[in-house]
């Protein structure tokens, strides 16, 4: 039977990598991470300390990190370790940390190898709409995290996970990430949340980094306003989310990717503080 064609499986309320959960009604998760993979010694920094913080505020953790690039703005920029070397890395800091590690894939011959390796597959915004890369994703039973498309409306979003839930994957993220408004420039619309939920039913994440991003915006690549990721990110979890996606960098100035959008590390603990206690009021006006 053709898989888009097979038995319909809503989205599941509730999505689990290691011992993270992600629930529109339940206590805030965490995305995070840098936005590239440098190397293995910074990865298993990075994710040894995010996972201190995490454990430090009983907040649930999966380590983002890509190891390609595959939409950089222009064809000189850096992009990545690649997957033969990420490979063992991911597994590495999933075994030694006991930490779930989340990448992004770009073509469907590459999610059954990164699959092995994850505990989440992560599809970017741009390719949100690639039927067959999503119909491998899904195949692969891990949990997928769908970026919504720049260019989509959140109700848009119900066909997208419907291609991923039809084809007997049923543990889905959606996450929203700002939305075109003119030349660079994206704009965060936070009436897409619920209706991001209502529409699809899965966990809905906020990309707080990813919002304040400038697409294009300094020529040769990406720029961003790194000062407004608290104030999206207290917004969005003051209505109402599963989780929020965050990248950090111990040094964002001098990352090779998103440098201008990533929170510097030393200031996430502060930020995920207040966020908790945002979510805790949020939830519990809505019980």
């Known amino acids: 039977m053709d898989a888009l064609s097979s038995t319909n499986r809503p989205a599941a309320q509730i ?40 454990g430090r505020l009983g907040i649930g953790l999966v380590y983002k990190t890509s190891f390609d690039k ?23 800091i999933r075994s030694s940390l006991g930490v779930p590690v989340l990448t992004d894939v770009h ?29 491998a994703a899904a195949a692969t039973g891990r949990v997928i995290n769908v970026k919504k498309g720049q260019f989509l409306a959140p109700w848009d979003m119900v066909n997208v996970v419907d291609k991923i839930t039809k084809a007997g ?20 619309d936070m009436r897409a949340l619920p209706i991001l ?21 300094q020529g040769t690549s990406s720029g961003g306003e790194r000062e407004f990721v608290p104030v999206l990110a207290r917004a969005a979890v003051a209505v109402g989310v599963a989780g929020v996606f965050i990248e950090t960098h111990q040094d964002p100035d001098a990352a090779p990717s998103d440098g201008p959008n ?26």
């Open 15 to 54: 999505a689990v990598a290691g011992k993270a959960r992600f629930g529109n009604d339940l206590p805030l998760a965490l995305i995070a991470g840098p936005c590239a993979l440098e190397s293995r010694a910074h990865a298993l920094e990075m994710a040894s300390a995010l996972k201190e913080i995490a």
């Open 70 to 92: 595959a939409n950089r703005t222009s064809a000189a920029s850096a992009r990545g370790l690649g997957l033969e070397a990420a490979l063992p890395i991911f597994a590495e």
């Open 107 to 135: 073509e469907s011959g590459q999610c059954a190898l990164v699959a092995q390796a994850v505990d989440v597959l992560q599809i970017p915004a741009f390719l949100c709409r690639q039927t067959d890369l999503l119909l």
């Open 169 to 188: 994957n049923a543990h889905v993220l959606v996450t929203e990430r700002g939305v075109s408004f003119g030349y660079n420039t994206l704009v965060s």
């Open 197 to 217: 939920k209502r529409a699809t039913r899965a966990p809905v994440i906020f990309d707080a980094t990813h919002s304040v991003q400038q697409p294009g915006g």
């Open 262 to 287: 990533m929170m510097p590390l030393k200031e996430m603990e502060a930020l995920l503080r207040h966020l908790m206690q945002f979510d805790k009021l949020a939830k519990k006006i809505a019980m």
